[in-house]
């Protein structure tokens, strides 16, 4: 006799296969996922539109199907939430890219007393 394996509802199969353990980190990702897309709009605005719009398609396709286990739109998700945009050293100001070189270039000792 056959039970029931699937849910049709990503965030109850996930319940139902770990439980609050599962839910609470589930929930916990999408937090930490949709925090570190907003950060990405200050430097690459069109990869964090991109990444937002298929956080946002995710969670709406997960409360008809289990879109959590796997699949394209998952993976897609991942690459978004995880993605790192390439920061434009023309707009790093002068001055703080003077400091860091200098930071870089001074002596380990020097660097340690400064703390």
């Known amino acids: 006799m056959g039970g029931i394996n ?9 319940y139902l296969n770990l439980g609050f353990v599962g839910v609470f980190f589930l929930a916990a990702f999408l937090i930490a ?3 570190t897309i907003w950060k990405k ?8 539109t991109l990444s937002l719009g298929v956080w946002t398609a995710m969670l709406f396709y997960n409360v008809t ?9 998952w993976l897609a998700f991942l690459i978004g939430a995880m993605a790192v945009p390439v920061r434009d050293v023309a707009a790093v100001p002068e ?6 070189q200098r930071l870089r270039n001074a002596p ?3 660097t340690l007393e400064r703390r």
């Open 6 to 14: 699937e849910a049709h509802n990503g965030s109850l199969d996930i």
């Open 33 to 35: 996922s949709y925090r």
């Open 65 to 73: 199907e289990a879109a959590f286990k796997g699949g394209l739109l």
């Open 108 to 110: 380990a000792e020097l």
């Open 95 to 100: 001055n703080a890219r003077t400091a860091r």
């Open 41 to 48: 709009f200050t430097l690459s605005p069109a990869l964090a």
